[in-house]
């Protein structure tokens, strides 16, 4: 009760806030502004109480709370616990929220040093309205007996319960989800979404006081510090699917990946346009709209992952939140949306005349080098957004619902790529205002020359196998050796946090040349691993040894690594794919991680696909009227000729298992033929084979009979087959596994980890250079 | 005109008229079984697998094959050349991407949407019915 209370307070709190920033902004009242001050500390305090009453419900296994009941159990181990607390939409929310106000309060000091505070909070203060909004839509504090009053359930149902932990239990966290890597992709995910309030907030403070370029110098840092949080929570994400889910690659172009893409793209196109604006006081309107459109596209993504519209096109599953929820989605979209554009509109012809820039706009200036650049990392934004919202807009105006392939994305891309590649580098070689044409075309040339000559070598030793493949490589290249230039340049200067974007730019050459040989020799083959057999796959010898049970001191689940031996010119590495069965599908069907053996220069993946035993003998699954090979001797194929119930039919009184039968005909490769019917009891759940017939050299029984009611002639049966001549052998364990080479695979994630390093070095730049220029004012 | 809108609007045009282009070619209908039939072209179904004893994944030849019902209640054979995608016995619904091929339906993808949470396992709410 306390709890629900407090979540309502943190709305009151917020529009108290809004208001009293407001009226502060619009009075420019320095009085009012301490006071709504105090107001968002207590509302910084009731969420964070909020968020203690939230997990300290989780940790207490209290499962009258439906949000508990749904995400956790008894059963679920410590750090989990906290995973818990943001594996529902009610939760994530909440953590969003919390996130935003300690962005909140960083803003207010930030802010208040710089005499904007009123008019900043003002702004934020609403992103916390909506925020807190949804909470109390989304109560994460929902007692079971009011959530699920139409099913009948009543607090002393429950309560009769709690005495008994067997019922008193909650449904527990998808065990996809109990890794490490949910400890930390969700909350930069989520840090990331929240940081991004801030630039919006500077921004729109800016555009209200008409301080069009004090605003760019204001947000600068913050700009850097979101995009970096933010390239950190995608990478985990990526990381996350490939390591442990399984899917193969790391990035699936799937609509909510798409989402957390889009604001990151935007922020890192406008990290360039405000470097624009501060060199020479032009793209004013630009970096209004960028900044705006990148804040929007957070709200927007949360929209299309959070209200169930992409339901059928991502395999992120998300439960329909009703249809209130996706209305004031639709609403906080839409207000942020006509604010932001509105007041732009607003102060269009004012911005006009703002937009002084100093420098001449010079076709080989950096500036325009940037520009270019920047719209090309918008158009892939665009793109994005089109690609994911396709479903959608295609059911808005009436045409077919449809997906998108991933295809799509990469054909579009591969273009796009190259050409940022290219004005990545070329735009460092010029200089800002004008560029020495000649000496730019020299220098271009030079490294341009380089790019082929080492794609030529790359595509002649085929390690790439296409143009575009070529193209890239060749750009990256260019991008890498003018980079890496300025790199030693400076450290040689030693002006290391200087070294900020050019990190980011040679990251971004590497990830593009991982990318590039993943895509052109990435290997993957269908490999069925018996237990002490050796499969030699993929120029590799693989061997299955064995199991070992893990987490044995858990009785929610039956988890196993199996001993794969991986074996090259003698040498033998192993690795460990993980195959799991648990109680959270009450262990119907098992969970897979990939086993991944890496070397620096490629992985091996290693991902099980599903489990089966082999008893020596071959299941054949039979149609009628369809003839098919005996994979143990090809020289022999069987048919399904026809059902036999006459014996069942004899036996329908007696109420013992019945007897089904199928005349089967074996045709060898010398046009000879047998015919036999083979039976199996059938107990009205599970069938016994009658006997073995043995033709020749095989022995065949039949294993189960699979009618189809509607067309019983599109029913099957499954025979076994095995050879007489082989020994009988103990059953033994099959794991069926996809292999891939994924070579390179290093490149993608260095590069794109070097990018981050990059952000890094930029936004610890940016808010020194603030704090020192702060500094006497404050003091 | 200057020049920078001007190759700015180029290039935006340029790409966004491809992206169109390519969207149209890449996008997969959704269809049902009946539309899917007369028009032999690569569309995706969305459905339910029924039918527990005719869900077979044969591990020697790598085939899974099942039967789905779309939503207009017409059932098909799904064949796909790869392992039964997992978790595939507790997706709610399935949507299969590939084209018909003679009597059954040839998949090159399997998606299943799987509940985030399980309904059921738990006894805290009574069962309905």
Known sequence: MLAQFIVHLCLGLAIGTSIGYWYAAIKQQQTITTYSRYLFFALCGSIAVSAILLLHAIVTNDFDITYVQSYSSRQLESPFLYAAFYSGQEGSFLLWTLLTSIVGIATISYSKRRGIEADTMAFFSLVLVFLTTMLVAKNPFSYLWETYAEQGTTREFIEALKNDPQRYNGRGLNPVLQNYWVMIHPPMLFSGFAMMTAPFALAMAGLLRRQYHRWIEDAQPWINAATFVLGIGIVLGGFWAYETLGWGGFWAWDPVENSSLVPWLLTVALLHTTLIQRRNKGLVRTNFLLTIAAFCAVLYSTFLTRSGVLGDTSVHSFVEPGFFVYVLLLVFLGFFLVLGIGLLIVRFPDLASASKRTGIFNLTSREFLLSVGVLLIITSAIIVVLGTSYPIVAELIGQQKAAIEARFYNTIHAPLLALVLLTNGISLVATWQQTNTLKLFRTTSAFGALGIAISSILYAIDVIRDFSSLVIVATAIVALAINIGHIIRLIRGKKMFALGAFLSHAGLGIFSLGIVVLASKAETSHVRLVEGKTENILNYNFTLEGKQQLDTHLTDREKYRYLVAVEKNGIVHYAYPVVYFSDFNRRQAPFFEPGILSTIDGDLYIAPKALDIDDGSTAITLFKRHPQFISLDTNWRIELIAFDMSRAQQGMMSGQPLPLGVAIRLHSAGSSQRDTTLFAYFDGQAFTPEDTVVIGQFSFWLENIRRNQRDPDSSTATVRVKSNSIQSLQPRQVLITEVSKKPMINLVWVGFLITLVGMLFSTIRAFRVRSKLTAPQSS | ?129
């Open chain 2, 1 to 129: 005109m200057k020049p920078r809108y001007l190759i700015g609007a180029i290039l935006i045009t340029a790409a966004v008229g491809t992206s169109v282009y390519l969207l149209s070619q890449s996008q997969i209908q959704y269809s049902t079984i009946a539309t899917a039939k007369t028009s032999g072209r690569k569309v995706q179904i969305k459905g339910q697998w029924v039918d527990h004893d005719l869900t077979l994944y044969n591990t020697g030849t790598d085939t899974f094959q099942f039967i789905l019902v779309d939503d207009s209640g017409e059932k098909i054979r799904v064949v796909y050349h790869g392992a039964k995608p997992n978790n595939f016995e507790l997706a709610q619904t399935v949507v299969v991407r590939g084209r018909i091929n003679g009597d059954y339906f040839e998949a090159t993808e399997i998606l299943t949407k799987c509940p985030s949470k399980y309904e059921g396992n738990t006894s805290l709410i009574p069962q309905k019915q």
